[in-house]
T-cell receptor, first 112, second 112 residues
């Protein structure tokens, strides 16, 4: 079993929909959680960075962490065609020495 | 903004060639990383470095070596390229602790 599980999709939604992307993990020591967005033929770019449990909002994006369930989510409100990309979750703990553990990534397509 | 620059976007090399992939970051980050990204396998860590002249093996170091002679530069070396090293190679950097990684735009290497 992988340490971080993420449904690879692809996920296709109409423009304006609310998108929910999720990851589950097995290591209860993880405390730092990230979401990256990767456009085709580009490197991943950091979208959200959260510590421990709770919610964090940035514009149309909300990151949610539920440590009791070992479950993290990224919500995208009012999705746009420009949100079409692969979304990767990543996480780490204090004793990983700065290394991140990545999910496989979910491919999202937002149709006009 | 942090900038991580990879010297080549696309490379085509022959089997058995020695290949150098170069990465430079401009934010005085201590940590630097090399990943490869393949469909269905996600991001896999090859090597990382916490400081100049220091290196640590990641999950898939076989067939690769690295060099970090200056803090801002981290090189990945394929000693004798093979077709199974055809992949997207991503360099990343971060400050100390559990800070997020900042990625370059990748080098797509094809070995024929």
């Amino acid at each position: 079993q992988k340490e971080v599980e993420q449904d690879p999709g692809p996920l296709s939604v109409p423009e304006g929909a609310i998108v929910s992307l999720n990851c589950t993990y097995s290591n209860s020591a993880f405390q730092y959680f990230m979401w990256y967005r990767q456009y085709s033929r580009k490197g991943p770019e950091l979208l959200m960075y959260t510590y421990s449990s709770g919610n964090k909002e940035d514009g149309r994006f909300t990151a949610q962490v539920d440590k009791s369930s070992k479950y993290i989510s990224l919500f995208i409100r009012d999705s746009q065609p420009s949100d079409s990309a692969t979304y990767l979750c990543a996480m780490t703990s204090y004793n990983q020495g700065g290394k991140l553990i990545f999910g496989q990534g979910t491919e999202l397509s937002v149709k006009p | 903004d942090v900038k991580v620059t990879q010297s080549s976007r696309y490379l085509v090399k022959r089997t058995g060639e020695k290949v150098f992939l170069e990465c430079v970051q401009d934010m005085d980050h201590e940590n630097m990383f090399w990943y490869r990204q393949d469909p269905g396998l996600g991001l896999r860590l090859i090597y990382f470095s916490y400081d100049v002249k220091m290196k640590e093996k990641g999950d898939i170091p076989e067939g690769y070596s690295v060099s970090r002679e200056k803090k801002e530069r981290f090189s990945l070396i394929l000693e004798s390229a093979s077709t199974n090293q055809t992949s997207m190679y991503l360099c990343a950097s971060s400050t100390t602790g559990n800070s997020p990684l900042h990625f370059g735009n990748g080098t797509r290497l094809t070995v024929t």
